[in-house]
């Protein structure tokens, strides 16, 4: 809506939007790079955890980018919309942590010894 | 009523007045429209015609039941029924029923505003949603899906070979309608708020509706993204969820579950906050303790991001992942019940007047009393393996969304029809409909608990013999409560065509809806009001100055 707005695009104005145009493809080609990467990485056996390790690094690299400076993040001083991103991290981090303690204590189906009955009745 | 003399009094002034109803014609001016009040009706059409459609669903399912060995249809049909019924329901019925029909027609108006925050994304959000329900209804025409709501991996990624990625993608564009119309309303409820509207002079409805909308932004994308993964899994096999290509189906009841719990509450929340404006309206006191129920809503959205787990207590989930889900899920129970204690206590010497729409809301604090307490014999992990997937958690949740959200949907639909129309509707036939859905509602789903309890699995087209005396009974409750629904039907479309007008404020209510003319001017205030008062201060001054009542 406020894009076309005629009224007095200044000199500065259309300048910072030329160095605009240019981080986003810089970025977008970053983004292409670091998807590249991950495709040839994923040709390459690192050993054991080692592969999703990368490969998560890189997406979150990859996130980060676009969450900075895509979705304009990086010069965010508004108060509000501070809290509003540290919000929406916090609620995808209680899905990853939460899920991932399941997945980590999936297997421990007996309690320690000490804790059953046998341990304090012999 | 003194019908006569209003008629009298109001022809000339009525016949002439311009408001949002008459002040444009034609098909365009309502499909291009950007006011909320009428974005308010494109939502009451579109979601009333997906309730008769997963309604239908429902009487095809309850035909079945009434024999053992299935009336009606085949299993593979019954399949796809309950998936329609569900899946219509929450998602194009129950999710955005209260929100996009009371929420769009009633936040400018209760917190002094002209319109929504972004009129434009409003209408966006109707198309989205359009396209999303034609999307489905594609799907049911085109050989319909017969995974359950629920969409559950293995089944709905390898095994079934129903239209898995039609509904897929509906429900995942039903996601994005949500998220557009939770953020016009937070934006609208920050930024757009009368002179002297402070957030505590907030009706509590704006309270749930504001907590409402965060989960719908906080849970909406999670589902979204599950459907995607889903769909990119059964079309380029990709392994995210099925074993055999290196996935876990756990990881998807994960990702499905929170965004459902949360949804659960996306479709109380706003009822809750519709019961407390009845509560207050038709006993003619404040709220009791106010902040705690409005702060309640927000302890029960952060809490219902905390529990998804217990919906999966028997999937193969860690046995300590269980312990917490089920603390958690406990936990929700103390800001339910401080909503209901606060509601009886307002009761409590209050002068109760029982219109419909306070039936509606005492109908409401009684079932859903039951369906949170029978929620705690679920959330128990020993009790829940007994029970998971029986009768017994479909006549709970049954509480909760017919008993809870329907009820609190009914109640706020006639408690504002007249501010909506302009018309009032025959109080003595929306007694009685009242009370059929009630005794309907419980005749249907209260046998259910039982056959849960004696074991009868959910989802099944057939059932052991013994079970068809209770099934006869929760067959016979539905048609009762059909005819309860069917009621309204008629005469709120009687209404508008024949009622008497209902004039600004026929309950005698607080709240700034009630001071500007019914149907409401286009831009709702002749003049913006200045708040001076608190919410629900009877038996004070007027709440407002400064307001040009009709
Ligand atoms: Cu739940």
Known sequence: MTQEAPSSPSATAGFAHIERKRLYIAIWITLLCLTALTTAVAYVDLGGAWNTVVALLIAVGKASIVVLFFMHVRHVIERMIRVVIVAAIFFLALLIIITVADIATRGMLSSPHWLTPSFFLW | MGTGNSIALSKPGEEYRVHYLNAKYGIKSWLLTTDHKRIAWLYFISTSFFFVIGGLAAT???????????????PATYNKLFTMHGTIMIFFFLAPAVPTVLGNFLIPMMIGARDVAFPKLNLLSWYIFITAGATFLWCAISGGVATGWTFYTPLSSTYTNT???????????????????????????????APGMTWFRLPLFIWALYATSIIFILAMPVIAITMALLVVERIFHVGIFDPALGGDPVLFQHLFWFFGHPEVYILILPSLGVISELIAAFSRRRVFGYEFVAFSSFAIAFISFL?????????????????????????????SAVKVFNWIATLYKGSVALDAPMLYALGFIGLFT?????????????LDIFLHDTY?????????????????????????????????????????AALIIFIGFNLTFGPQFILGVEGMPRRYATYPPKFQFLNIMSSAGASILAVGYLLPAIYLLWSIKYGPAAGPNPWGAKGLEWTTASPPPVHNFDVIPIVTEEAYAYGHEPAVVGSAAS
């Open chain 2, 60 to 74: 095809f399912m309850r035909l079945n039941l009434v024999s053992p060995q299935g009336a009606l249809v085949q």
């Open chain 2, 163 to 193: 239209h898995v990625i039609s509904a897929a993608m509906a429900v995942f564009i039903s996601g994005f309608s949500s998220i557009l119309t939770g953020l016009n309303f937070i934006v609208t409820i920050h930024k757009m708020r």
């Open chain 2, 307 to 335: 529990v998804w787990g217990h919906h999966m207590f028997v999937s193969g989930q860690s046995i300590y992942a269980g312990i917490f889900f089920s603390a958690m899920t406990m936990a929700v129970a103390i800001p």
């Open chain 2, 370 to 382: 039951i369906g949170g307490l029978t929620g705690l014999y679920l959330a128990s992990t020993g």
């Open chain 2, 392 to 432: 017994f958690v479909v006549a709970h949740f049954h509480y909760i969304m017919v008993g809870g959200a329907i009820m609190g949907y009914m109640g706020g639909l006639h408690y504002w029809w007249p501010k909506m129309t302009g018309k009032r509707y025959p109080e003595h036939w929306a007694r009685v």
